[in-house]
C-alpha cells in the first residue's frame, strides 16, 4: 500500500527546498522498496494569488486524506509591507495547525561537528548540545480572542488564552518524550506574572507525580532565554507555550549554526506536518541557494514518526551528516569556500543515500 504525502511547497524557497526533500524521498522508495503517492497543494501566498485563500478547502481535504504532510514554508514581501491586508499567508499556517488539530512542534535542537564553528556562541558551550524543544501551537496569544484595535485605533490588544486541557496534553507529551530521551523536562513558562503560566505551572506540578522517573524543573522564560545561550547542554526536553516557543527555538538555532538546517514535526489530532523551521526567505527565491537540509531533515523526522520508518530517517540524516564533511554545502554554510546550489546538495544526498 502507498503512503500518500500531501506536499505543500508553499512561497519563495518553498518549491525548491520541498523539490529536494522530494529527491531525497524518491532515493529512500527506492533503496527500501516503499511505495510513496505524492500529491501537490497550494498554501500561502501562492493560493492567495491564485484561489484567494491562504489554505483552500482542497489543500485541507487533501491534508484531511494524506498519510503525512511536506511542507516548505509560506509569506511574501508584499504581504510582510502590507500591515492593512485583510487575508494574509500566515492565517494558512494558522488556519492548517488550528483545522488539523497540530497542538505540538517538535523541534529538535542540535549540532553538526563540521558546523560548530558556524555558531556565533564558543565551541566548548555548543559541542554536544542536543535537546527537543516541544512548543504549543494551537493556542496562546497568536489565536486567542479578542484581538484588535480600539475604534480610534489608538488602542491594541491581543488576548492569551489557555484552557487546563491543552496544556495538559502537551505537558504530558513533554514528560513523554523526556522518558525518551534523557529523563528531564524544563517547563518553561511566566508563572511571576502571567495567569496562563501559573495555570502551566500547576498543571505540570499535578502531572508531575505521574511520571516520577523525569526530573522536572520549571523556568522563566526570560531565564531559559538566558540558558540557551550560556548553558544549552542543561536541556533534555524543553516544553513552553506557543509565542514563547516560537522566540526560544529561533534563538535555539544558533547553536546549530543556520536556521537552513533546522527541522520541525507538527503533531496532533489528525495528520502530521513536516517542515523546516525557517521562513520563505524571499530574498533567495528562485536563485537556487537556499539550504535544503532542514526541509530534508524534516522529510527524515516524517519516516520516524509519520511510518515509523527508524532506519530511513537514519540514513538521511547520515547523508546530511556526510554532505557536511564532504563541504558539499550552499552559501549560507559554505564559509567561503566552494558553494553548492539547492539543487546539487540535493542530487548529491539523494546519490548518497541510493549508493549507502
Ligand atoms: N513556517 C513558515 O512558513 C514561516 C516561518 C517564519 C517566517 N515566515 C515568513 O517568511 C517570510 C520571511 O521571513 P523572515 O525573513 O523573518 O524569516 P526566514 O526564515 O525566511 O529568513 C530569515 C533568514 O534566515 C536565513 N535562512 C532562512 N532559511 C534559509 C535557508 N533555507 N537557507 C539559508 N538561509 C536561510 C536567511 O539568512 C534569511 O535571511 C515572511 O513572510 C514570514 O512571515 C514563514
Request: proline content about 5%; aromatic content about 8%; overall charge negative.
Amino acid at each position: 500500500m502507498a503512503y500518500k504525502i500531501a506536499v505543500l511547497p508553499g512561497d519563495g524557497i518553498g518549491p525548491e527546498i520541498v523539490a529536494q526533500a522530494k529527491k531525497v524521498c524518491d532515493a529512500i522508495t527506492k533503496k527500501f522498496g516503499h511505495e510513496f503517492e505524492y500529491t501537490e497543494a497550494l498554501v500561502g501566498a501562492t493560493a492567495i494569488d491564485q484561489v484567494g485563500d491562504p489554505y483552500p478547502a482542497d489543500t485541507h481535504e487533501l491534508c484531511m486524506n494524506s498519510d503525512a504532510v511536506l511542507f516548505g514554508a509560506i509569506g511574501h514581501p508584499k504581504f510582510d509591507n502590507d500591515p492593512s491586508a485583510k487575508v494574509r499567508p500566515e492565517q494558512g499556517l494558522l488556519r492548517m495547525r488550528k483545522t488539523l488539530g497540530l497542538y505540538a512542534n517538535l523541534r529538535p535542537v542540535n549540532t553538526f561537528k563540521s558546523l560548530i564553528h558556524k555558531s556565533p556562541l564558543k565551541t566548548e558551550l555548543v559541542d554536544g548540545a542536543d535537546f527537543m524543544c516541544i512548543r504549543e501551537l494551537t493556542g496562546g496569544i497568536y489565536f486567542g480572542r479578542p484581538q484588535g484595535r480600539s475604534e480610534d485605533g489608538q488602542t491594541a490588544y491581543d488576548s492569551c488564552v489557555y484552557t487546563a486541557e491543552e496544556i495538559e496534553r502537551i505537558i504530558r507529551l513533554g514528560f513523554e518524550y523526556a522518558g525518551k530521551r534523557r529523563k528531564k523536562l524544563t517547563i518553561v513558562d511566566k508563572a511571576n506574572v502571567l495567569a496562563t503560566s501559573r495555570l502551566w505551572r500547576e498543571i505540570g506540578q499535578k502531572v508531575a507525580p505521574d511520571y516520577p522517573d523525569i526530573e522536572v524543573e520549571y523556568m522563566f522564560v526570560d531565564n531559559a532565554a538566558m540558558q540557551i545561550i550560556t548553558w544549552p547542554k542543561r536541556f533534555d526536553v524543553m516544553v513552553t507555550e506557543n509565542m514563547f516557543g516560537d522566540i526560544l527555538t529561533d534563538e535555539a538555532s544558533v547553536i546549530s549554526g543556520s536556521m537552513g538546517m533546522l527541522p520541525s514535526a507538527s503533531i496532533g489530532v489528525h495528520t502530521s506536518v513536516f517542515e523546516p523551521i525557517h521562513g520563505s526567505y524571499p530574498q533567495a527565491a528562485g536563485k537556487n541557494i537556499a539550504n535544503p537540509c532542514a526541509t530534508v531533515l524534516s522529510a527524515a523526522m516524517m519516516f520516524e514518526y509519520a511510518f515509523g520508518m527508524m532506519k530511513e530517517g537514519a540514513l538521511i540524516r547520515e547523508a546530511v551528516d556526510q554532505s557536511l564533511e564532504a563541504g558539499v554545502v550552499t552559501e549560507d554554510i559554505a564559509d567561503g569556500k566552494k558553494a553548492y546550489s539547492t539543487s546539487e546538495v540535493g542530487d548529491w544526498l539523494a546519490e548518497y543515500i541510493e549508493k549507502a
